[in-house]
């Protein structure tokens, strides 16, 4: 956290309160600078280690054009799980060879869309989807390379809600009941499929490497199978993403130490077994836009119920943050203008929805709020404006990247009028 001589919170160089004044609230402002530098320092751990690997933006993070373009720039391909975003991403200037498509559920005009513009790869879901993309690829005469997801039985310390990577899970073939190599003996006969990998997400938020481990030693068993037994052209493994970033006293590892230990289990299962190092895929989302947002609110009603608890309500809520309401997500959070006040009381932040699960923060110690606070809430760069929705006919907040004291909006606040714009009126009643 940056503070300037006059109290007030900095980020990217930028005045916080100068920001909301500006550019009104709730405003989140991204710290250009971190995300580039973030990116930069998963290279780094690759290149030491000297292996060659691919790093993928997972854009269901937070996918906007600018964001595209940025992580494109720094030498990330990008990974996206809808129509939309692959729209977004092509729309911004990345190639659709840099683009890989997910999706449990992929409709067929997404798997069209995709393979008409050259998508990098598809990762393989379920059977339903190896059947209808070897038809589509068919029809379309192409050769498509893909992967596909496994469920590697992993459980991950994580919440329940965005585990991913055990048996019971919508996502991937399941490696236990043999789904996986059924999977990999139907893509080898599939002749408009290229099966190139495997890929595994074993969850989100995860702080212990062990999982990715293991991850790692099952898939390099089914890896050898399709290598061995069905000679299938793999030359990837993909082991996802879900590293834990810090959003109130969280104990983060850093990503160098997560990394080191997925290479070295990489390269120590890998050799067992007589296989060539693969090319090792990652798909950092959150820990690449997470720490880099910061959320800033005007400050609204109070309200002190005593021996109870304390509300502070601001001018956003569960339509640009819904993670609370979700599965309980915590934050910390500051006065912008004010950032090095010393905390008064515990006081709980709701916000401006119809809707009592509304709450941003629970039982922050803040010192007491006045009139024209500005709230700062930190880490909400990932899953924040991704999954903002317009509940009460709220307008989405703008978005605004913050670099050596430069601000630039990457998306504009949206209005009243935006809100009816698709809107159609009846026939005069």
Same mark, same amino acid.
């Given at each position: 956290?940056?503070?300037?001589?006059?109290?007030?919170?900095?980020?990217?160089?930028?005045?916080?309160?100068?920001?909301?004044?500006?550019?009104?609230?709730?405003?989140?402002?991204?710290?250009?600078?971190?995300?580039?530098?973030?990116?930069?320092?998963?290279?780094?751990?690759?290149?030491?280690?000297?292996?060659?690997?691919?790093?993928?933006?997972?854009?269901?993070?937070?996918?906007?054009?600018?964001?595209?373009?940025?992580?494109?720039?720094?030498?990330?391909?990008?990974?996206?799980?809808?129509?939309?975003?692959?729209?977004?991403?092509?729309?911004?200037?990345?190639?659709?060879?840099?683009? &890989?498509? #997910?999706?449990?559920?992929?409709?067929? =005009?997404?798997? !069209? @869309?995709? /393979?008409? *513009?050259?998508?990098? $790869?598809?990762?393989?879901?379920?059977?339903?989807?190896?059947?209808?993309?070897?038809?589509?690829?068919?029809?379309?005469?192409?050769?498509?390379?893909?992967?596909?997801?496994?469920?590697?039985?992993?459980?991950?310390?994580?919440?329940?809600?965005?585990?991913?990577?055990?048996?019971?899970?919508?996502?991937?073939?399941?490696?236990?009941?043999?789904?996986?190599?059924?999977?990999?003996?139907?893509?080898?006969?599939?002749?408009?499929?290229?099966?190139?990998?495997? &890929?595994? #997400?074993?969850?989100?938020?995860?702080? =212990?490497?062990? !999982? @990715?481990? /293991?991850? *790692?030693?099952?898939? $390099?068993?089914?890896?050898?199978?399709?290598?061995?037994?069905?000679?299938?052209?793999?030359?990837?493994?993909?082991?996802?993403?879900?590293?834990?970033?810090?959003?109130?006293?969280?104990?983060?590892?850093?990503?160098?130490?997560?990394?080191?230990?997925?290479?070295?289990?990489?390269?120590?299962?890998?050799?067992?077994?007589?296989?060539?190092?693969?090319?090792?895929?990652?798909?950092?989302?959150?820990?690449?836009?997470?720490?880099?947002?910061?959320?800033?609110?005007?400050?609204?009603?109070?309200?002190?119920?005593?021996?109870?608890?304390?509300?502070?309500?601001?001018?956003?809520?569960?339509?640009?943050?819904?993670?609370?309401?979700?599965?309980?997500?915590?934050?910390?959070?500051?006065?912008?203008?004010?950032?090095?006040?010393?905390?008064?009381?515990?006081?709980?932040?709701?916000?401006?929805?119809?809707?009592?699960?509304?709450?941003?923060?629970?039982?922050?110690?803040?010192?007491?709020?006045?009139?024209?606070?500005?709230?700062?809430?930190?880490?909400?760069?990932?899953?924040?404006?991704?999954?903002?929705?317009?509940?009460?006919?709220?307008?989405?907040?703008?978005?605004?990247?913050?670099?050596?004291?430069?601000?630039?909006?990457?998306?504009?606040?949206?209005?009243?009028?935006?809100?009816?714009?698709?809107?159609?009126?009846?026939?005069?009643?």
């Amino acid at each position: 956290m940056q503070i300037g001589d006059n109290h007030h919170l900095y980020i990217g160089g930028c005045d916080a309160v100068e920001l909301a004044k500006s550019y009104g609230t709730p405003l989140i402002v991204y710290d250009e600078k971190l995300i580039r530098t973030t990116i930069q320092a998963f290279h780094e751990v690759f290149r030491r280690a000297g292996v060659p690997y691919q790093i993928s933006y997972a854009s269901k993070a937070f996918c906007t054009m600018a964001m595209c373009q940025l992580v494109y720039q720094e030498g990330c391909g990008i990974d996206v799980v809808s129509g939309g975003e692959l729209y977004t991403a092509l729309e911004s200037g990345v190639p659709a060879s840099a683009i &890989h498509l #997910h999706g449990n559920n992929k409709t067929p =005009d997404e798997l !069209g @869309f995709a /393979v008409d *513009v050259g998508i990098g $790869a598809i990762i393989v879901d379920n059977f339903f989807e190896i059947a209808l993309l070897q038809d589509i690829a068919a029809k379309s005469n192409r050769i498509v390379d893909v992967l596909i997801r496994v469920a590697p039985g992993v459980e991950a310390h994580t919440h329940e809600f965005i585990a991913t990577g055990g048996q019971d899970s919508k996502f991937g073939f399941d490696l236990a009941s043999d789904q996986a190599h059924m999977a990999l003996r139907q893509l080898a006969d599939a002749e408009n499929l290229r099966c190139v990998g495997l &890929h595994s #997400h074993i969850g989100s938020q995860i702080f =212990d490497v062990d !999982g @990715f481990v /293991v991850a *790692v030693e099952r898939l $390099a068993d089914l890896y050898q199978y399709g290598v061995r037994e069905l000679d299938l052209p793999l030359t990837v493994l993909n082991v996802g993403g879900g590293f834990g970033i810090r959003y109130t006293d969280e104990d983060a590892p850093p990503v160098a130490e997560t990394l080191s230990a997925i290479i070295a289990a990489t390269r120590q299962t890998f050799e067992a077994r007589e296989l060539d190092f693969p090319t090792l895929w990652i798909e950092p989302g959150r820990s690449i836009a997470g720490p880099a947002g910061t959320t800033l609110y005007q400050i609204g009603s109070q309200k002190r119920i005593p021996g109870i608890r304390n509300y502070l309500a601001v001018d956003g809520g569960m339509t640009d943050n819904p993670r609370l309401a979700l599965y309980g997500a915590k934050y910390h959070a500051v006065y912008a203008n004010r950032a090095d006040a010393e905390p008064e009381d515990t006081w709980s932040v709701a916000g401006k929805c119809c809707e009592s699960g509304d709450m941003l923060i629970w039982d922050a110690e803040l010192p007491n709020p006045k009139p024209d606070d500005i709230l700062a809430v930190f880490a909400t760069g990932a899953y924040n404006y991704s999954m903002a929705s317009h509940y009460n006919r709220i307008p989405k907040p703008a978005v605004v990247f913050a670099r050596d004291g430069v601000a630039t909006v990457v998306v504009e606040r949206e209005t009243w009028s935006d809100l009816i714009r698709k809107d159609r009126r009846l026939a005069d009643l």
